[in-house]
């Protein structure tokens, strides 16, 4: 059958758009399942020696921003390898990561806590020491309460096997039930983690997200530190929760 060139051309032009929205598409999500975040200053990205996002954290003090241990500590041949401090960046108050702005400020000391092996024994808690001082406001640290709505923040993936973002996401999520979180996460510790998502899965933190903040009614409650998957039913993100470690901090 012969097709007309008028009809190619129109057919080409209904393709271009709808190519178009499916581009378009991603720019609705946040984390997964999320929004595009307002202006959060505290929020950092870390950056390695290459200058790559591949971490969060949150400024919890003028001159420290807390994030995950595993985000110190890099994979190699032979297993983790500790990151020197000169090897990281932190950069504040850059919601879009393909421009400059905001503050850049270099990590001189890296506090890892001394019992952390591995994300699914918990103690996911490390603080890094910037430079200088900054003057943006440090989110307080607070306490997690069943049942209230938490907001995870990151530039990680969009969905499971999707791209990462450019611009910061956030997404709400309800803290869960300890017996909940035992229910699904082997070797879950109630006074050193906390989870939190929807029974059917659908919106969570995501690879890349690691290390950034959890925060309920304006208090930073967790870090970001492990998942079976992202937003997979039954299975919630597994957080830091941050006040065991107050006196740490």
């Known amino acids: 059958m012969r097709i007309s060139p008028r009809l190619v051309a129109a057919l080409a032009l209904v ?14 999500l946040a984390v997964v399942g999320g929004s595009v975040a307002g202006r959060a200053p505290w929020v950092a990205a870390l950056l390695d020696a290459r200058g790559s996002q591949f971490c969060g954290g949150a400024l919890i003090a003028p001159d420290r921003v807390v994030t995950a241990a595993h985000c110190t500590q890099e994979r190699g041949l032979l297993g983790p390898r500790d990151r020197a401090p000169r090897q ?22 890296i506090w890892r806590h001394p019992a952390f092996t591995d994300v699914g024994r ?39 096997s999707g791209p990462v973002s450019s611009l910061l996401r956030q997404v709400d999520v309800p803290i869960r039930a300890d ?5 699904a996460l082997a070797g879950y ?15 969570d933190a995501c690879t890349g997200d690691s290390g950034g903040p959890l925060v309920s009614d304006g208090l930073l409650v967790g870090v970001v530190s492990y998942g079976r998957g ?6 919630p993100g597994a957080y830091t929760r941050l006040a065991h470690y107050r006196d740490r901090l």
């Open 189 to 203: 510790r109630a006074d050193a983690m906390l989870c939190a998502g929807f029974p059917d899965g659908g919106r």
């Open 88 to 109: 990281l960046t932190v950069v504040l108050d850059r919601h879009d990561l393909r421009t400059r702005s905001g503050v850049r400020v270099g990590v001189s000391g």
């Open 15 to 28: 393709a271009v758009q709808l190519a178009s929205q499916l581009v378009a598409a991603p720019a609705a």
């Open 230 to 235: 992202c937003a997979r039913a039954g299975q």
């Open 179 to 183: 017996h909940d979180c035992a229910a």
């Open 122 to 160: 918990g103690d996911d808690l490390a603080v890094l020491q910037l430079d200088g001082p900054v003057a943006f406001e440090p989110v307080r640290v607070g306490d997690a309460v069943a049942g209230r709505t938490a907001t995870a923040y990151g530039w990680g993936r969009t969905a499971e």
